[in-house]
């Protein structure tokens, strides 16, 4: 297998996102967009094996139904995996779109997550990375206790959605 330099991965998704993230901040209308989430790899050149590896230990968050659109979350705490490469992500989380009346994924829109701790800060959105259908990035959940994880999308339908879900940091 081989390995990412994260060094380059980072200097060209920044630079992706320098370019193109005041475009899609625009679209959600969430100005201010921090880019700082994509610190990671860049999941989207993932093989399949790689992206089982990712999946497994994946717990779900649940599923939240907006204007006809269900959204299932799942995270896992990759704290240690990220420590081992000098990030300080602490969790990866992954969202799947699908329409509520017939189960049909939906896949292509632009998707961002933002964390609001249980103090009441929050972060700035993070863009999610498409990742085979799904949605994808990791976060970092920095208090203990029920943090909200809001993800806000605007798929084909060009509709904005926004959709909530707990995870409580022991």
Known sequence: MKKLNVTAVVTVLFAVFVLTGSVLAAEHGMSGM????MAGMDHSKMNHEQMEGMMAGMMPLG?????EVKATA??????????????????????????????VALSKGTVAVRIIAPSGKS???????????DFGSDITLAEKGKNTIEIACKLED?????????????
Request: net charge neutral; proline share 2%; aromatic share 6%.
């Open 34 to 37: 921090s880019h700082d989430g």
């Open 63 to 67: 599923h939240v139904t907006v204007d």
């Open 74 to 103: 799942q995270i896992k705490d990759v704290r240690a995996a990220m420590k081992e490469h000098g990030m300080t992500e602490t969790h990866h989380v992954m969202v799947h779109f699908s329409g509520a009346a017939n189960d």
């Open 123 to 133: 972060t700035e959105p993070v863009m999610m990375m498409g990742m085979n259908g």
């Open 158 to 170: 060009g509709k904005k959605r926004q959709f909530k879900f707990q995870y409580d940091v022991k």
